[in-house]
Structures are given as structure tokens and as C-alpha cells.
């Protein structure tokens, strides 16, 4: 696939795979027949299993409408959107998490990471620095969750949060720009300078568990720290600090690559340069 190309041509939907499942695949809530309507049986169009209507999301995908389920939607849909090659994308990690990966000592104003909203993090009613009316906020506290949040370091003892609205071909961080995709938003918020550095996890971070789902973690794996192949969508094997893969098959981001690190340093040097010379 392109590395221009942000999901791929075609995606089939999926068959339902548990025709006889008596309890939805995602919060395990036994179906119903009749009410409460959100219970009611149905299926995700991605990986096929049973599951609830609350537990399903309507996401445009190769040029169709694909109820996913809220497991598919954290972790695959990143994933066929291209989103796991970037550095700045830390997957599904929580705002606690977040806030720690960009309050580090090497962190600096205009850091930044976009991720993937757990579903039990709370749900913001405004936009912090948004421009927004009354009436935008009265619609959005109704809304579902965004799925994806910027969070940027924007003073030295904060990180703000933005809800990255719309979908596929309209994300808007406000009302006064749509963009296709979000690399394509990411980009512009830089040029902008609201943005500046992509936050990484640094060589020395070393998770005994995984920050989302708590699975363990292995504390080393054979082979060189940095050694990677292609998974065929942009994103990759890598192995970061400690010898962790750069995902976690929940979607949190374990590590970052050699390249990213470098690049984070490299800025963070030109930054100490200016200040000392100015």
C-alpha cells in the first residue's frame, strides 16, 4: 500500500461469526428482545461477533457505512486508517497516561500525542480554547465520545485535551477548518505552531503491564532493540526500549521507534541551542 494512502481501497464486511451468542462480545450484557433498544442483538461489520446496538458506532470506511464495535473502533480503525505509522499517535491510552508520556523532564511546551479515548474516560463538554457558541455546546454534550483526543503540553504544569470531531473526510478540531484526515490536521495545527514536537516513550521506559489493559508485558525479547519489519499498513514490529513491540494488541502504544527518538532529541537540542545563544 502507498505510504500517501490513509486506509485501504477495499475492506469487505465481515459475516457474524456467533449466530447462537447470548450476551454482546464487548460489555457482556445479555441480550434482549424488545427494550431497552441499545441491548437489542446485532453485529460489528468489521470482526463479525455479536454484539449489542450500544455497543456499536456507525464509521465510514472504504466508501460505505460499517457499524463497528467499540473494540474494532479503538484498534483496528487506526489501524486501516493509517494512523499507526505516525510517531505522534499513542493509541489507546488514557488522559493520566497521556499527561505522564508529556510532563517528562525532556518534555517541552508545544509536545503533543493523539489517542484513542478509552471507552470509560469521561466525556468533555467544551473544547478547551475552542471557539465555540452556545448552541455547539448544547449539541455536544449530547454527542458520543470523539474517538481520538489531541493532547498537547501547553504550560509547564498542564496538558490540555482536544476532542477531535467529525470523521473520515470532515475532522475539525472547531468550526473554522475541516480536514480529510487527521495526519492532514495534525500537519496544519503544526504550521500553526499550536503544535510542535511528536511525544515519544522514551528508551529507558520500561512497562511491566500495559498502561490500557494491564496484560504483562515481557521485560526483554531476543534480538536487537530496534529490529522491525513491515506489517504491510505502515506500522511495524518494532521493538522500542526494553525489547516491546510498538503497540500492545489493545491499541496502547509500548514504545517508539529509534528514528522518532531521534528526532524528538535532535529538536529538543536545537531548542537548548536558541535558548543559550539568544
Excluded at 101 to 121: K, N, W
Excluded at 207 to 230: E, I, M, R, W
Excluded at 243 to 248: D, R, S, T, V, W
Amino acid at each position: 500500500m502507498s505510504s500517501v494512502v490513509s486506509m485501504p481501497e477495499a475492506v469487505q464486511k465481515a459475516v457474524p461469526v456467533e449466530p447462537h451468542a447470548k450476551a454482546c462480545a464487548v460489555c457482556h450484557e445479555a441480550f434482549v428482545w424488545f427494550f431497552p433498544a441499545a441491548r437489542r442483538r446485532s453485529h460489528c461489520d468489521l470482526c463479525g461477533k455479536a454484539v449489542c446496538n450500544g455497543c456499536l458506532h456507525n464509521e465510514p470506511l472504504s466508501f460505505q457505512e460499517f457499524r463497528m464495535c467499540n473494540t474494532c473502533r479503538a484498534t483496528s480503525l487506526p489501524r486501516l486508517r493509517g494512523l499507526l505509522r505516525y510517531p505522534w499517535f499513542h493509541g489507546r491510552i488514557s488522559r493520566d497516561e497521556a499527561e505522564r508520556r508529556l510532563r517528562t523532564d525532556s518534555s517541552a511546551l508545544g509536545d503533543f500525542l493523539v489517542r484513542v479515548a478509552p471507552d470509560t474516560e469521561e466525556r468533555p463538554h467544551h473544547f478547551h480554547g475552542g471557539r465555540h457558541s452556545s448552541h455547539d455546546h448544547a449539541a455536544m454534550e449530547g454527542a458520543d465520545m470523539p474517538l481520538f483526543i489531541l493532547s498537547v503540553r501547553n504550560t509547564p504544569a498542564s496538558v490540555a485535551h482536544f476532542p477531535i470531531r467529525g470523521q473520515e473526510g470532515e475532522y475539525f478540531l472547531d468550526r473554522t477548518a475541516n480536514f480529510s484526515t487527521i495526519p492532514e490536521l495534525v500537519a496544519s495545527s503544526m504550521e500553526s505552531d499550536m503544535l510542535d514536537r511528536s511525544a515519544v516513550v522514551s528508551a529507558d521506559t520500561h512497562f511491566p503491564v500495559c498502561p490500557t489493559c494491564t496484560a504483562a508485558l515481557p521485560t526483554a525479547l531476543t534480538g536487537s532493540s530496534d529490529n522491525h519489519g513491515d506489517n504491510g499498513d505502515g506500522s511495524s514490529h518494532q521493538q522500542g526500549g526494553g525489547g516491546l513491540p510498538e503497540f500492545c494488541e489493545c491499541g496502547a502504544r509500548l514504545a517508539s521507534t529509534a528514528e522518532a527518538r531521534k528526532i524528538f532529541d535532535n529538536i529538543g537540542f536545537e531548542y537548548l541551542h536558541h535558548a543559550t545563544t539568544a
